[in-house]
């Protein structure tokens, strides 16, 4: 039998998957009894492209910049040789893989409308899935802040792609310091500090080289919630580190990586099965600083 590649949506969910003794935390092939295979690439140099709009509320260059340090800061400890290799901007909005196709792209991307609000009435994605490629539309959860969707082996765990969507729709992105904005933000918000791009972007790439979230700490980059004006994930914890540094030790093998079936299914697979294929998430939690209602991030 072939193995399958599985797509994993994971936009910083603590619901999935109960904690472990491990400070840190890996991801796996979704299953019923949690023993799937853990996540992981076994290349070590990761090829990243970022959306040319950016963030409109915080602006192109900025929030693509703050995007490309995000990436840069997985890349900073000295016991890891994990590299993401800048492949500039694209006008690209589609996530997903393609096995069948050379152009594959690992993708950063906001989505500034909603599904709901651009999609015609009756079009067949709003039952069967697939509006945000077509419409280039946020179509999760309007509490979901950020997805990342990654595609892997389903009998390895070795992952092949990762894409990350941002939802601009529903909250208001700030590249820039300062104080933490009014809640509810203005839009867009200047001076202040609002949904901070690198707090949620590092977070995000943490799921891309398949880490999952952690109980504690909570300065950790992978815990799973944040304030209005957190930036405390812009930056690695000792957890976060020694994760990164576990599974792609510096001039150590990953795991073993096996020779990948051209002829491979896709299948969707996570936390809630309906059959087959299944679909799942992971979603980031909001907690603003008034009232600590939940939003997925």
Not at 46 to 60: H, K, R, T, Y
Not at 176 to 203: F, I, K, L, S
Not at 255 to 275: H, Q, R
Request: glycine share 10%; net charge negative.
């Amino acid at each position: 039998m072939r193995p399958a590649l599985v797509w994993a949506v994971a936009a910083l969910l603590l619901l999935c998957f109960p904690a472990t003794g491990r400070a840190y935390k890996r991801s796996q092939v979704p299953g019923t009894d949690g023993s799937g295979p853990e996540l992981y690439w076994c290349a070590r140099e990761l090829p990243f492209v970022i959306n040319e709009l950016g963030s409109q509320d915080a602006g192109a260059a900025d929030s693509i910049e703050a995007s490309r340090q995000s990436f840069f800061t997985w890349m900073g400890p000295s016991c890891t040789d994990l590299a993401f290799v800048d492949h500039g901007t694209t006008s690209r909005t589609d996530i997903g893989f393609d096995q069948n196709s050379s152009g594959n792209v690992n993708l950063v991307v906001w989505r500034e409308e909603t599904c709901a609000r651009v999609v015609p009435r009756g079009d067949a994605c709003l039952t069967a899935g697939g509006c945000n490629n077509i419409y280039n539309c946020w179509e999760q959860s309007p509490q979901t802040i950020a997805l990342t969707t990654t595609t892997f082996n389903k009998s390895t765990g070795e992952i092949y792609d990762g894409d990350i969507e941002l939802n601009g729709a529903g909250f208001v992105f700030t590249a820039g310091e300062g104080q933490t904005c009014e809640n509810p933000p203005p839009r867009p918000a200047t001076g202040c500090v609002a949904t901070d791009v690198r707090n949620t972007v590092t977070h995000e790439i943490g799921h891309v080289i398949g880490l999952d979230h952690v109980t504690n700490p909570a300065e950790a980059t992978m815990y799973p919630s944040a304030a209005l004006g957190d930036v405390d994930k812009r930056s690695l914890h000792q957890d976060d580190i020694d994760g990164l540094c576990d599974v792609y030790p510096k001039g150590k093998k990953t795991a073993e990586c096996l020779a990948k079936d051209p002829d491979i299914g896709i299948g969707d697979c996570g936390c809630a099965a309906s059959g087959a294929p299944v679909a799942g998430l992971w979603a980031f939690l909001w907690l603003p600083l008034a009232g600590r209602r939940r939003r997925p991030s």
